[in-house]
């Protein structure tokens, strides 16, 4: 794992935007999978901003996202689908006919799972994918106890998450408690993973998973597995990081050949 700390919540943006930039010059054609929730709103602003100034583009760009409410409908605004079209799709070149999210009010949920892992393969797989982290360390809606080998599936979230995700809907609004994610099996089959992770409630599951041992109890400890994954992070999500001089000192390293 490449583990990068970095001042603040803006510079975690600046960083995972040029990061996603830099794969798109490489491969235009790239397929990303992204990620909703806080964490990756000030990075989609930057990517907005560097398409508006011709920097890159996404025309080629085919996008899976991680996961969706069961029960939401594409069109509900606290789907994650309206959150992608709004947040990041709507202001970029991208065919909006490229970019996939599951489908929050299918009547036929398995389907919709299997199918969805066919439409990755189908695509080749996907060759940069962005995570954010729960505070009980789940990436997608991967709760505690979620098989490392899973498959994109129908997850009950866990009361922390349902509260974690309040925020976003309204008092007397419909809440769901049951998703569509992709398995974390699925998530491993990225060519590439970029975690990003802000603000001292992020500090423990993040020392869980760069740290703590390979555990269903935090999914994002699986990333240990991964061959290219980075965790990029700001120095309050740093905070309870054991080994926090090394991590600094090997970026610091790091930074003489990698360029991105
Ligand atoms: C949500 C999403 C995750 C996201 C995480 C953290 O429930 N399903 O994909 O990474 O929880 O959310 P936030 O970035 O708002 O802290």
């Known amino acids: 794992m490449r583990i990068i700390i970095l001042k603040d919540n803006q510079a975690v ?3 995972g935007a040029q990061h996603i930039q830099n794969k798109l010059r490489q491969q235009p054609s790239s397929t990303l999978g992204l990620a909703t929730g806080s964490s990756p709103i000030k990075l989609y602003e930057q990517l907005i901003t560097a398409y508006k100034n011709n920097e890159v583009s996404f025309k080629d760009v085919t996008t899976f996202n991680l996961d969706e409410y069961l029960g ?3 069109v509900h605004p606290q789907s994650y689908r309206h ?4 947040q990041l799709f709507n202001h970029l070149d991208i065919k909006l006919t490229n970019t996939f999210v599951p489908d ?13 892992e066919e439409l990755i393969v189908g695509k080749g797989g996907i060759d940069l994918q962005l995570l954010g982290i729960g505070k009980n360390g789940h990436i997608g809606f991967n709760e505690p106890s979620s098989s490392l080998a899973s498959r994109t599936r129908v997850k009950t979230l866990s009361k922390s998450t349902v509260e974690a995700n309040q925020h976003f809907f309204n008092p007397d609004e419909f809440q769901p408690y049951l998703s ?3 398995g974390i099996g699925s998530i491993m ?3 590439e993973i970029l975690l990003i992770a802000t603000g001292e409630t992020k500090a423990n599951a993040i020392q869980q998973t ?6 269903a109890h935090c999914p994002a400890s699986i990333l240990q597995m991964h061959s290219k994954a980075i965790i990029a992070m700001d120095e309050d999500a740093a905070q309870q990081l054991h080994d926090i001089d090394f991590y600094k000192y090997v970026e610091k390293e790091n930074q003489r050949y990698i360029k991105s």
Do not use: H, Q, R, W
Request: proline fraction near 6%; glycine fraction near 6%; charge should be negative.
């Open 13 to 15: 943006a600046d960083f």
């Open 72 to 74: 939401l409908a594409d």
């Open 83 to 86: 959150f992608m079209n709004t």
């Open 104 to 116: 929050g009010s299918t009547t036929d949920p398995f389907k919709t799972c299997a199918d969805y």
């Open 180 to 182: 569509i994610t992709m």
């Open 189 to 191: 089959e990225a060519k």
């Open 210 to 215: 760069v740290e703590g041992p390979l555990s």
